[in-house]
């Protein structure tokens, strides 16, 4: 999964002359676990990720968007996907949330697990449109 992940951010950061194009990661508390939990599963299992995964980047960096730290703040406390939604007037999460993820991976709800994940992402990106007045 790691490695198609890979490809798949590789495929879409390269224009068709081989330049690279500048990559924003964009997340919900990326800067505060996403980044660096993938850099880690990428030296873990020894894959090298092109371009490289700003997982120190500070949240004010051009590199990401980090829709939890852009609506709170650089405090320490973070704020919930569901409740930032629900600010913007968009759909809640459903009956699964990231405190769930691994009972329902010891109980073998794989699909579940890739649905929350793509709803996720999908909520994300109308938030990062939203904050970026492009919705």
């Known amino acids: 999964m790691l490695s198609v992940f890979l490809n798949r951010v590789k495929e879409r950061t390269y224009q068709k002359d081989g330049r690279p194009e500048c990559v924003q990661w964009v997340g919900h508390y990326i800067t505060g676990f996403d980044l660096r939990f ?56 459903g009956d699964i949330d990231g405190s769930k993820v691994y009972d329902e991976y010891l109980a073998g709800h794989y699909q579940n697990i890739i649905d929350y994940c793509k709803d996720d992402v999908h909520k994300v990106r109308e938030l990062h449109k939203c904050m970026t007045f492009e919705s």
């Not at 092109?50 to 852009?70: G, L, N």
């Open 38 to 93: 993938i850099w880690q599963r990428c030296v873990l299992n020894r894959l090298k990720p092109v371009p490289r995964i700003p997982y120190d980047a500070k949240p004010w960096s051009d590199s990401v968007f980090d829709t939890c730290i852009e609506w709170k703040g650089n405090g320490k406390s973070s704020g919930s996907l569901n409740a930032l939604c629900k600010a913007f007037g968009l759909e809640g999460k």
